[in-house]
């Protein structure tokens, strides 16, 4: 709703790209200025009574576990060193090597793939 302020709309018009008949929408409107006038002041909210707002509360006086508590609370629930699965798989397999094959480099590759093109005489 508009008070008795000032009310200013400017309308942009810009050159058609379509004919006006054909043209989908109407001219773009950029701006609505309003004074402050238009505004609502502070006094014109309506706030409850203070007597209806919710009452009392207080602050959290609990004590938070700290670091050292929460490893004694978490403990008893962690397995042990005894309760850990049998390894003895892992050492059955023996060891293993380290590659030693040679990679290819680049020009390589490019000789791999030329190899595999047809030349222009073929």
Same mark, same amino acid.
């Given at each position: 709703?508009?008070?008795?302020?000032?009310?200013? /709309?400017?309308?942009?018009?810009?050159?058609?790209?379509?004919?006006?008949?054909?043209?989908?929408?109407?001219?773009?409107?950029?701006?609505?200025?309003?004074?402050?006038? #238009?505004?609502?002041?502070?006094?014109?909210?309506? /706030?409850?009574?203070?007597?209806? /707002?919710?009452?009392?509360?207080?602050?959290?006086?609990?004590?938070?576990?700290?670091?050292?508590?929460?490893?004694?609370?978490?403990?008893?629930?962690?397995?042990?060193?005894? #309760?850990?699965? #049998?390894?003895?798989?892992?050492?059955?397999?023996?060891?293993?090597?380290?590659?030693?094959?040679?990679?290819?480099?680049? /020009? #390589?590759?490019?000789?791999?793939?030329?190899?595999?093109?047809?030349?222009?005489?073929?």
């Amino acid at each position: 709703m508009v008070g008795a302020g000032l009310l200013l /709309l400017l309308t942009v018009h810009f050159p058609p790209l379509v004919s006006p008949s054909s043209a989908p929408f109407p001219p773009i409107s950029l701006f609505a200025f309003r004074t402050p006038k #238009d505004f609502p002041g502070p006094g014109s909210y309506c /706030l409850p009574a203070s007597s209806s /707002l919710v009452p009392g509360g207080r602050f959290n006086q609990s004590n938070a576990k700290g670091y050292l508590e929460w490893i004694e609370a978490l403990g008893p629930k962690l397995p042990g060193p005894a #309760d850990h699965p #049998d390894r003895s798989f892992e050492r059955a397999a023996g060891g293993g090597r380290f590659n030693r094959s040679k990679a290819k480099t680049n /020009l #390589d590759w490019v000789m791999h793939y030329a190899a595999q093109r047809p030349g222009p005489a073929e």
